[in-house]
């Protein structure tokens, strides 16, 4: 799951940040209305965290003009102001769930999953290529009738795959899709997280998937690498 967190109060946008990634689901933060439009129009969120009292346009405002742009991304109002009329006022304005502040970190994370979950039914519940199946809501992955385990990071990685085949992938289109915009490192990250997947999907079944193109990148054939 990628998350985008609008909050101003930058304590607080680190702090479900880290909850977020301990939890192995990557965030990046908005500071303001102006650039959650932005970086959600440019970035395939699964949800989006909004503050309401923002620098510039607020964000029941905010919520509203990523609806007219035909943003449908899930977006969860958290805020201080919890009077009845708030309430309604973001919902009508284009939220998909409403938590006041002070809140429960916990509470948050699983309303998120919930609203990515929807998210995920509304779209494809699940992913195939090949004789690889996988489940975006719940991180299942399966080779033929065989399921699979693998890591957050590489099912991230994975997923990235899934919805790419046959396309040639560079080193930073994999990262940018399965990292946030947070993550510097550019060294053999990439490289460490394929090997380890071939170790899952591929050489126990016999299948080459997962195919290298030298000086390029890396791309997931449909055909299983045969």
Not at 81 to 101: N, S
Not at 106 to 130: F, I, K, Q, W
Request: net charge neutral.
């Amino acid at each position: 799951m990628r998350v985008l967190v609008v909050e101003d109060q930058v304590r607080l946008a680190g702090l479900i940040r880290r909850a977020l990634r301990g939890a192995g689901e990557a965030a990046d933060v908005a500071i303001k209305g102006e650039d959650a439009l932005w970086m959600a129009a440019s970035t395939p969120y699964d949800a989006i965290v909004m503050d309401v009292m923002l620098p510039g346009i607020d964000g029941f405002e905010t919520c509203r003009r990523l609806r007219e742009e035909g943003i449908a991304t899930p977006i969860l109002v958290l805020t201080a102001r919890a009077a009845l009329h708030d309430r309604i006022a973001g919902l009508d304005g284009g939220a998909d769930d409403y938590v006041t502040k002070p809140f429960e970190i916990t509470e948050l994370l699983a309303r998120l999953r919930a609203l990515a979950r929807r998210g995920e039914v509304r779209e494809r519940p699940t992913l195939e290529v090949g004789t690889l199946r996988i489940e975006p809501a719940s991180r299942r992955v399966w080779r033929l009738e065989n399921e699979v385990e693998v890591s957050t990071k590489g099912f991230a990685l994975l997923e990235v795959f899934m919805r790419n085949p046959d396309v040639v992938l560079t080193r930073l289109d994999l990262l940018e899709g399965a990292w946030d915009s947070g993550y510097q490192n550019r060294s053999n990250v990439i490289s460490v997280h394929v090997h380890q997947l071939r170790d899952r999907v591929d050489r126990p079944f016999g299948t080459r998937s997962i195919e290298t193109v030298r000086g390029v990148g890396y791309r997931l054939r449909s055909d299983d690498g045969r």
